[in-house]
Nanobody, 128 residues
Framework: QVQLVESGGGLVQPGGSLRLSCAASGRAFSNYAMAWFRQAPGKEREFVAGIRPIGGSTAYADPVKGRFTITISRDNAENTVYLYLQMNSLKPEDTAVYYC?????????????????WGQGTQVTVSS
């Protein structure tokens, strides 16, 4: 059974930090490119950051460059991949539901339809 389970969202003041986590299991996710997307109210879901399965190359959307960092780790014994998003210097416009996603293949894609598996999302609210 494929599972992507996000955690770590919450309410934070502008300028604060949060770290999102995603545990992915049920597939050989070590061979999948993985990414974070977000969807704000009334807006389409958008790419935030992605990471390649081999080598760890990353890509970021312009609004989050220099503030967000995507990383990945693997627990081979548990056949689980852990995806993280460290978010610093948060702004009110970062408020959204954040989703982790995985696609079969090594390349990072920015289109949501390129991804095969999705988590349920975790809410991030940046407000004073």
């Amino acid at each position: 059974q494929v599972q992507l389970v996000e955690s770590g969202g919450g309410l934070v003041q502008p300028g604060g930090s949060l770290r999102l986590s995603c545990a992915a299991s049920g597939r050989a996710f070590s061979n999948y490119a993985m990414a974070w997307f977000r969807q704000a109210p009334g807006k389409e879901r958008e790419f935030v950051a992605g990471i390649r399965p081999i080598g760890g190359s990353t890509a970021y959307a312009d609004p989050v460059k220099g503030r967000f960092t995507i990383t990945i780790s693997r627990d081979n014994a548990e056949n689980t991949v852990y995806l993280y998003l460290q978010m610093n210097s948060l702004k009110p416009e970062d408020t959204a539901v954040y989703y982790c996603a995985a696609r079969s293949g090594p390349l990072i894609k920015t289109g949501e339809y390129e991804y095969d598996y999705w988590g349920q999302g975790t809410q991030v609210t940046v407000s004073s």
